[in-house]
């Protein structure tokens, strides 16, 4: 079966490299076609995608019987077309696992909302503020106590979805050095899931890119 990767540009959309783990995780061939998110051109390359995908959006998979417009749903797709699944067997985990993609999918209830994945690749970065600090420590508080019931090195010590869902936000945070004294496991995680190496990959190619710059972020 021959599949299509509409993609977007490697250092602005996170959501498509969320599908683009997912499917290289699992050894799934694809041909990708990487849509140009950057400014003025977006609206053009998006247009186009619109007229595959009810959505107008990037990630979308094309399959020889259907068309696949969401990056939970190829990640799901992913995970039950590969040669092991990307979610936990034991049914409380992996509902578990899911909660994790979930949340991330509805935005991690806003934390950290104007520390962009384009962000992640400026040369220079801004201090968080007091508020985003406070949201790193919500989410981390939840990834050490995951990581303490199953001892990683992942989230549910095999590698999953949620931990390919959480992975852009990793780069984010990452790149903004957040304080992790009191999260030893998290700081682990963190660097388990950069060290994958289709991560690796992908930054690769988006440390090459043009910075897309965003004036509200930029210091004063």
Same mark, same amino acid.
């Given at each position: 079966m021959d599949y299509i990767l509409y993609s977007g540009t490697r250092n602005a959309?996170?959501?498509a490299m969320r599908a683009w783990?997912?499917?290289?995780?699992?050894?799934?061939?694809f041909e990708e076609r990487i849509i140009d998110l950057r400014r003025p051109q977006r609206f053009k390359?998006?247009?186009?995608?619109?007229?595959?995908?009810?959505?107008?959006?990037v990630p979308v998979l094309v399959t020889d019987t259907t068309?696949?417009?969401?990056?939970?749903?190829i990640m799901e797709f992913a995970s039950e077309h590969g040669d092991n699944p990307l979610l936990p067997a034991d049914a409380h985990s992996r509902a578990r696992? #899911?909660? +994790?993609? !979930?949340?991330?999918?509805?935005?991690?209830?806003?934390?950290? @909302?104007? /520390?962009?994945? =384009?962000?992640?690749?400026?040369p220079d970065r801004r201090a968080m503020t007091d508020d985003e600090?406070?949201?790193?420590? #919500?989410? +981390?508080? !939840?990834?050490?106590?995951?990581?303490?019931?199953?001892?990683? @090195?992942? /989230?549910?010590? =095999?590698l999953t979805l949620a931990d390919l869902a959480?992975?852009?936000?990793?780069?984010?945070?990452?790149?903004?050095?957040?304080? +992790?004294?009191?999260?030893?496991?998290?700081e682990r995680w963190f660097q388990a899931v950069a060290d994958i190496e289709p991560v690796q990959e992908w930054l690769e190619d988006a440390y090459q890119l043009p910075h897309i710059w965003f004036d509200d972020y930029l210091p004063s």
């Open positions: 959309s996170s959501w783990l997912a499917l290289r995780i699992q050894g799934i061939q390359e998006l247009a186009r995608v619109g007229e595959i995908s009810p959505a107008a959006a068309t696949i417009f969401d990056s939970m749903a696992a #899911r909660s +994790f993609v !979930a949340w991330q999918h509805a935005g991690l209830s806003n934390i950290c @909302p104007r /520390l962009s994945f =384009e962000s992640s690749f400026y600090l406070s949201d790193c420590r #919500r989410l +981390f508080a !939840a990834l050490e106590a995951e990581l303490e019931i199953h001892g990683g @090195p992942y /989230l549910f010590e =095999e959480l992975a852009p936000t990793v780069i984010r945070l990452a790149a903004h050095k957040p304080e +992790f004294a009191e999260w030893p496991l998290t």
